[in-house]
Nanobody, 131 residues
Framework: QVQLVESGGGLVQPGGSLRLSCAAS????????IGWFRQAPGKEREGVSC????????NYADSVKGRFTISRDNAKNTVYLQMNSLKPEDTAVYYC????????????????????????WGQGTQVTVSS
């Protein structure tokens, strides 16, 4: 059974940090680009970051550049999103998604921020930034 499971969300004060994990089962992430998305109440789902399958190339939304870092550990079949200097406007449900991308750099060529491009989705994890 193909599955992506996010974890690591929670309540954190402004300026704090969280690390989200996205663990895959039923398939190997080696050939997949991974995107992190978020959706706040009443808003559309937006792309946060993308990491390619080939060379680990990464993209970030302007709103999180310099604060968030995406990484992958193919041996653990897991992708991470380290979130630092969190702000109240980062509050949202965070989702990871997998896009099959064998032999090309999906994040660089396509940006990685289009939800419709992705093949598999996790169920989401809530991140709340509040004092």
């Amino acid at each position: 059974q193909v599955q992506l499971v996010e974890s690591g969300g929670g309540l954190v004060q402004p300026g704090g940090s969280l690390r989200l994990s996205c663990a895959a089962s039923g398939f190997t992430l080696d050939y997949y680009a991974i995107g992190w998305f978020r959706q706040a109440p009443g808003k559309e789902r937006e792309g946060v970051s993308c990491i390619s399958s080939t060379d680990g190339n990464t993209n970030y939304a302007d709103s999180v550049k310099g604060r968030f870092t995406i990484s992958r550990d193919n041996a653990k079949n897991t992708v991470y999103l380290q979130m630092n200097s969190l702000k109240p406007e980062d509050t949202a449900v965070y989702y990871c998604a997998a896009k099959f991308a064998l032999g090309y750099n999906y994040c660089s060529e396509y940006g990685g921020a289009s939800p419709s491009h992705y093949d598999y989705w996790g169920q989401g994890t809530q991140v709340t930034v509040s004092s």
